[in-house]
């Protein structure tokens, strides 16, 4: 037994510590997670991303979408330059109390690959949130 053991070990140890490939260094994000706290009901909420093409080439972005039908992501363009930088702007419409955890995904032309951002909070009727932030009323 202990030598089928010291024969997996040295395997998954090399397996896990490639290098990242090149297409994974395509773009970055200032962020990956965006809180926005506690929201009132039926007041939607933006925040925004920064996309940089950390790449030599052109990137185009291919489309963006959310997880479900209250998030709306919104690019500010969709052909980056090399070292430029796009807004990726997304509104969350607080239509349920709530805490949530939602996607939006980002597909670019040159890669397989889709990309995941997060926006989450928490979503209290308009008397909680003025009971909670009476200063906001």
Known sequence: MKPL?????????????????AETNIIRFNKGVHNFG????????S???TITNSSKKSI???KTWAGCGC?????????IGPGQQAKL?????????EV??????????ESDNIYVLRVKGQVLSKK????KFPAKG
């Open 60 to 62: 185009t972005v291919d």
């Open 100 to 109: 949530f955890l939602k996607e939006v995904y980002i597909k670019l032309k």
């Open 71 to 79: 998030t709306t992501p919104k690019i500010s363009r969709n052909t």
């Open 38 to 45: 506690v929201l009132q009901l039926g007041v939607p909420a």
């Open 128 to 131: 909680e949130y003025l009971q």
């Open 47 to 49: 925040c925004s991303f």
């Open 89 to 97: 702007t997304v509104t969350y419409n607080a239509g349920a109390e």
């Open 5 to 21: 053991a010291a024969f997996l070990i040295p395997i998954s140890v090399v397996a896990w510590s490639q290098a990242p490939t």
